[in-house]
């Protein structure tokens, strides 16, 4: 969709931000002593995400797809310049997403770190997010989409056939929520504010450099700021915001985010991907969700009232008893993380053009992820 006007998007209010990463926690490895027991948690503090000023959001012309790939730019504050392995880690990490992407723009991340306790969490991400009218979104999915992927992205539902399986007392919004780096791969463009900010944990034993394994007892730095950085590009779910409303007693309205298009229960997908309704309620009432990609399952978190992870997250390996990749709520110590080819079909889905496949990366995890499988419409 080409709009006449490139003028530049200004926020009605651009301090508000939304974290998505409030349960990224430590999880002890099975051999792991007893100093290594307890789990980092850090609580939800979701904000209402940004409505643009009428008509100031655009879609513009990019450039061809390739011809520049995705720029991750760090903006390292002082406590995180004082420490330049962990701020070469984060580099890595940057460095390996650039790898993957190939949007020709550039997302910004205000990084740092700062002391949350030994108890507190490993680290978190906050994301400028903005409300999108459902149709026109639905539209930049599908303008954006692969040729492999257009075939499931067309029939997403539209606005006038979505349906969600929500709370009673929190009714679904009209618009769809994305994050700005998110809404910078399907084009829209005008932001001038960094797209993320992520924080570390100082109060950790980090391992900084995973190339010769990970001290026991030590988090894998570099996988963790891989992770914050996928929640950045997109990988959030309302599903938290719908908990906190149940939790809250609030009858606030809740907004799916562009991952919850993807968002049903099992079997769903492959029956009537159209018509079946998006999940955007916690694990206490729809206990089984599942991101369906047009070929498999992939099991998600379900929110603190669900099953005690937050939503925007794969399935914990510690309740699975099996890894399905970076974007797992927990990081274990003494391993390291990565990503896996099912999280790379994730964001393609949700509007990023993908590089090579993960899996053919040497030394890339998920080559055997344990998936529940469907058959698929395609």
């Given amino acids: 969709m080409l709009l006449a006007s490139h003028v530049p998007l200004p926020l009605a209010r651009r301090t508000w931000w939304v974290l998505v990463t409030a349960l990224l926690l430590a999880a002890p490895a099975a051999h792991a002593g007893a100093a290594d027991k307890a789990d980092a948690l850090c609580e939800v503090r979701f904000r209402e995400p940004l409505r643009p000023r009428a008509g100031k959001l655009l879609r513009v012309p990019r450039a061809p797809e390739g011809t520049t790939g995705t720029t991750i730019q760090l903006l390292p504050g002082a406590a995180l310049q004082a420490v330049p392995e962990a701020l070469a880690a984060f ?70 056939q979505v349906t969600y399986i929500h709370p009673r007392a929190n009714m679904p919004t009209s618009d769809l929520v994305a994050s700005q780096g998110n809404l910078k791969a399907l084009g829209y463009t005008g932001f001038t504010d960094p797209d993320t900010l992520i924080r570390f944990n100082s109060d950790f034993t980090w391992d900084y450099d995973p190339s010769n394994g990970i001290t026991p007892g030590t988090i894998d730095f570099r996988g963790v700021a891989l992770h914050e950085i996928g929640h950045g590009l997109g990988f959030i779910s309302g599903v938290d915001s719908a908990d906190s409303r149940i939790s809250n007693n609030s009858t606030n309205s809740v907004s799916a985010w562009v991952m919850d298009l993807f968002r049903l229960r099992p079997g769903d997908g492959a029956t009537d991907f159209t018509r079946t309704p998006r999940v955007l309620t916690s694990g206490s009432f729809e206990p089984i969700q599942v991101f369906f990609d047009g070929r498999i399952e992939i099991l998600m978190s379900t929110a603190r009232g669900g099953d005690g992870r937050q939503a925007s997250h794969l399935k914990d390996d510690r309740q699975l008893g099996f890894d399905l990749g970076v974007m797992d709520p927990t990081a274990t110590r003494g391993f390291v993380k990565d990503l896996s080819p099912a999280e790379l079909r994730i964001f393609g889905l949700i509007g990023w053009d993908m590089n090579t496949p993960q899996a053919a990366r040497p030394g890339a995890a998920g080559a055997d992820r344990r998936l529940t499988h469907t058959s698929s419409e395609e």
């Fill in 91 to 160: 580099q890595a990490a940057a460095d390996e997403w650039e790898t993957l992407l190939n949007d020709p723009v550039t997302v910004q991340i205000d990084c740092d770190l700062e002391a949350m306790g030994a108890l507190g969490p490993l680290g978190y991400a906050a994301s400028q997010a903005l409300l999108v009218p459902y149709d026109e979104l639905r539209d930049a999915l599908i303008a954006d989409a692969s040729a492999e992927e257009l075939s499931l992205i067309q029939r997403l539902p539209t606005a006038a």
